[in-house]
């Protein structure tokens, strides 16, 4: 993420905590308060958001320093320190919540990735994301899923195709769905379209989809399309996958499993700041 659009969201997030001004720190902290800290990881999991650790920091004062002791992606125990933090006591308090906020949320997410991908380990499948994000952190959000060694989906809806039920609907089926896919959209994009029976498989097969996503199918189903599809389309399973055993529908051979829960309801990874002087 460039630093312009990670400066924004960090801003609109200081505004929104601090309003008018820290009137707790402001109060009882001097303006030439200097004090030093130790980030630390209160459970284990994945750590992710470094740079924005610092970055929010550096935007509420740049006599702020951050030294960081692990990086993105790296595994961390309960009692693990993760950064140490120095300067103005004023800044370091008042940007305080909004850096573990933000770390905290994406190491959760990069946390449950990496749970997943291991889940599914030698199978071959990916574990994808979807757009079910918070709104104005999907960057962020996405982020720590690759971190968390998953895989993205498309980032927007003009990243890709993918007709789903309800355009299907109104689309009038899925033979004309993605016959005016092909007609309208740019010829470089895939089409993905999802099915929920193993008919509209054979009908998304029989109107060339490149993508069939197998949606809220059991397993049994899953296995049996994997075997009519036969490598015609990549395949992608698809909803409530954080509920299922991600290595009994890997073992389907579906290409990527989907999972909107990576971000829409993960929990925290539980982080803590703690001042040493």
Do not use: W
């Not at 009882?28 to 994945?46: H, L, M, N, T």
């Not at 197998?214 to 996958?241: K, P």
């Amino acid at each position: 993420m460039n630093h312009i659009g990670l400066d924004k969201l960090i801003l609109d997030a200081l505004a929104e905590d601090i309003g008018t001004g820290d009137i707790t720190t402001e109060s009882c902290i001097p303006e030439d308060g200097v004090s030093e800290g130790v980030f630390r990881a209160k459970q284990d999991g994945v750590f992710c958001g470094m740079s924005v650790l610092q970055r929010v920091f550096e935007l509420v004062d740049r006599r702020i320093t951050v030294v960081p002791l692990i990086k993105d992606g790296d595994e961390v125990k309960a009692g693990q320190e993760i950064a140490k933090i120095k300067g103005p006591s004023r800044g370091v308090l008042s940007g305080e919540r909004v850096a573990l906020n933000l770390v905290q949320h994406m190491s959760g997410i990069a946390t449950a990735a990496s749970r997943a991908v291991k889940a599914v380990e030698g199978t071959g499948c990916v574990i994808v994301d979807t757009r079910k994000t918070t709104p104005g952190l999907r960057v962020l959000e996405k982020y720590s899923v690759k971190v968390g060694g998953g895989g993205n989906h498309r980032f927007n809806l003009a990243d890709g195709v993918l007709i789903k039920d309800n355009h299907i609907v109104a689309a009038g089926g899925i033979a004309g769905a993605i016959k005016a896919v092909r007609r309208n959209a740019p010829h470089t994009l895939r089409i993905e379209i999802e099915a929920e029976t193993v008919d509209q498989v054979r009908q998304c097969l029989d109107a060339g989809a490149d993508i069939i996503m197998l949606d809220n199918m059991s397993v049994e189903d899953m296995r049996t399309c994997v075997r009519l599809i036969d490598h015609q389309a990549l395949t992608e399973a698809s909803g409530n996958m954080g509920e299922r055993d991600l290595r009994e529908v890997a073992e389907t051979g579906v290409d990527y499993i989907s999972i909107g829960a990576l971000t829409h309801s993960v929990a925290a990874l539980d982080i803590s700041l703690k001042f040493t002087k």
